[in-house]
């Protein structure tokens, strides 16, 4: 990653000496657009996980997932639950969050 932002930047700077040369100058809303790209690239450095909040979601998918078995035995008796189509959901909604978040 860093050294395409070396060659982005080695780029720029290339093209803006280069402008002075040239009897054409860059238009500033090109130069703008460059600027902000290159602010970007350095700005999207991704953010480590925040551990609160994943102790907190690993604390609702535990929950959760030990509320699962006293629906599921309600349901072979007979007596879905609609809380138990929501609870599955959550669970899976929990475990992606929690996988992509520790899994960079």
Avoid: W
């Avoid at 238009?27 to 996980?49: F, G, K, V, Y």
């Avoid at 072979?76 to 996988?99: A, C, M, Q, V, Y």
């Amino acid at each position: 990653m860093k050294p395409i932002r070396v060659g982005l930047l080695v780029a720029v700077s290339l093209t803006l000496s280069g402008s002075s040369q040239n009897s054409r100058s860059i238009p500033p809303q090109i130069l703008h657009a460059q600027e902000l790209q290159i602010q970007n690239e350095t700005d999207s450095q991704p953010r480590p996980p925040n551990p609160v909040e994943l102790r907190n979601e690993a604390q609702q998918l535990a929950a959760l997932a030990a509320s699962i078995p006293p629906d599921v035995q309600n349901a072979n008796k007979g007596r879905l639950s609609k809380d138990l189509i929501r609870k599955l959901k959550d669970i899976e909604k929990l475990s992606k969050h929690l996988r992509s978040e520790l899994g960079h």
